[in-house]
DNA sequence: GTTAGTGCAAATCGTTTGCACGGTT
DNA sequence: AACCGTGCAAACGATTTGCACTAAC
C-alpha cells in the first residue's frame, strides 16, 4: 500500500499539473479516503469531514467537486447503487471487487486472479481499450441468512 | 430464446399469482422490451412507448412502476450509471456482462463460462447466497478510438 | 494581483408518492 | 361493486451549478 507522504507527493503533481490548487479542503478529503477502511457516502464523507476539521466548514459541494476530481484521477473508486446513491473507497490498493449484501448493504471485498485475467482478455478479444472493470456479485450475506431464519 | 406467447403466458401468471391486474400499459412496457434488442433508460422506454401506442398515454410514472415490476421478477435487468440513471434490458436470455464505453455510452454485450463459474465458486467461499451478478469493463469502444484519432 | 476553489442556496435530474379517477377482475 | 393501476403534479433525495467571496498561487 503506498505511504500517505507519497500519495500526498503525488496528489499535490496531479493538481499542478492542471494548474488547480492544493486546498486545505482537498487535503482532508484524500486523507479521510486514505486513513478509513471502507466505502463512504458523500453524506457520510461529509460527516466524518466535518468531526476531523470542524473549523474547515467543508460544504458538501466541496465534497462532491473533490470525489469527482479523485475518482477520475484514479485514486479512489466508485460503486454505484442505483437511485441510491453511491459509495467512495481508497482505489490505490491491488484491484478487488465487491460481494454485496442486498439486505443489509454490507460490502465485502474480494480478489481474484482468474477473474481479472479473463477480464483484460475479453476487452482485448472485441478490440475494447480497457480503463476499468467492476464487479458485483449481489445476494444474501451469512449475516442475514441466519437473521432470516430467526424470524 | 423464450416465444413472445409464452412471456406473456408467463406474465399474466405472475400477476395473477399476485393479485395484481393485467392492463394494456403494463402489456405494452413487456412487449417493448421483448421487441427491441438493446438498454434503455426509463425516458427512453418512455418516448418509444408513446410512439408505439400514442392513445394510451402512458405516463413515466407507470414506467418506472412496471420497471421495478419486471425487474423484481426477474424479467428484466438494470445496468446503473450512478448518478446519471439506470438502463433496462430485457432478461430471459442467456447471462451476460457489459462492455461499456465511456465516450459514446455504448453497451456491448459478451458471455463468458469461465467467469460465471467462477463467480459462483466466489459466493460460495464466502457462504454469499448469489442472488444476481454483474461484471462491467469500462473503456473506450473501437468506433471512439478510430473517432479519437481523427480529432 | 490573478485565477481557481469555496460555501451557500437555488436549480436540476432521475425517481417516487399521494390522490382522485378509470379500468380490470 | 371492489380494488388495483393509472395519470398528474407535487415531493423527494442525490448531485450540480451560479454567484459573490476567499484563498492559493
Redesign the pocket.
Known sequence: MIQYSALLEKFKQL?KNN????????EFILKALYDNEGHF???ELHDLIKKKAPN???????I???L?LLEESKIINSISF?????KYEFGLKSHHDHLICIECGALIEFEDEVIETRQSQIAKEHNFKMTNHTMNIFGICENCQNTDQNR
Chains 1, 2 share one sequence.
Not at 494548474?19 to 482537498?26: G, H, M, N, V
Open positions: 493538481l494548474e488547480l490548487k492544493f486546498t486545505k479542503q482537498r457516502t458523500p453524506e474547515l466548514n467543508t460544504s458538501i459541494a466541496t462532491y467537486r473533490t469527482g442505483g437511485s441510491k446513491g453511491k
